[in-house]
């Protein structure tokens, strides 16, 4: 997911501000900051759970 993320802020980042093209490209990048955000709590939710297992 974090390469996906990564991948479509990339292209978004070279759409707009290099080839500057509009429109639905910034769907790519709510995709990206979507799915980076979700890996973000899951992650603290993971790591969160195992500190409170007692591990």
Known sequence: MWAISAILFILWFVLKFLLHKG??????????????????????????????SGR
């Open 23 to 52: 429109g639905f490209i910034h769907i790519l990048l709510l995709t990206a900051i979507s799915i980076f955000v979700v890996q973000c709590i899951a992650y603290r939710k993971t790591r969160y759970h195992r500190l409170s």
